[in-house]
């Protein structure tokens, strides 16, 4: 079974885990100053990175927190972990954090 | 205010007549009802619930701390379970509101949500793994460890007590379930 690294309980099994779709979307500051097409695309229109993307994840069945995941797509590797409210490494942010 | 004795039925109580009689290795049992609450809060406020209640909570994740029938078990970064068996919630809540009066925290009586089991004898963690993906070698998952964690279809918070105890805490709608997997496991161990 694949293991996730969560940044608090260390390497599970992937079974006690969710995805949470990408990451590192910021929630715009003044909604009611966008457009619908601006306020559809915050809403629905996601990434569909071949490779390195960040994304989030949950420790649902362990400590229940949101983690932060850099995941490469062709692989199902994941290299790193981090918190909420860290950034992507460096050396990765060239894949879109 | 209802009165203690009315309040609670163990959802386990018509499994243990139920199931196969024969002789295993590993026994199961159900576990004593207890006072159950849920503390989320910062440090300050898990310090003072703790000295309050008479247990250090654990500030490493994934263990939990005993003191005679009291215990507070590690959830997450900011939340614990303490957990006081036979006592009465309405009691243990009432004190630890008092002495936690000021504090930025939440605590929420769940002692009615869940039961617990012993699962208990040398191939306790093979019966178990029968449904729970953790590795539960005694390095991995030693003694005074504790998790939620899946088993099967269902979640529940698993602890280990002693080498061959461990005690799973499962929500009342699914406790029949997570015994009846335990006592097939057993069967097959
Ligand atoms: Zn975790």
Redesign the pocket.
Known sequence: MLLIN????GP?PEAEFVNGGQAHIARPADPMSLTDDEWAAYLYMRDNTKGLHHERWR?AN????FFNASRDTTTDIIKRTYRMGERPEAEHQGAKP | MLSPAIMRSNALSPMQSSGTTAAFATTLSILPDAAKLVFRGKTEAIEAAGAHFGVKPSLE?CRFAAVGGRSVYWL?PDEWLFQAVNENPIEVFGGMSVALQGQACSLVDVSHRSDGIAVAGPTAALVLNHGCPLDLSLKAFPVGMCTRTVLGKASLLLSRSEEHVFHVDVWRSFAPYVWQFLDEARSLS
């Open positions: 969560c940044p608090y309980c599970r420790h362990g400590c229940g927190r | 994740a997450g």
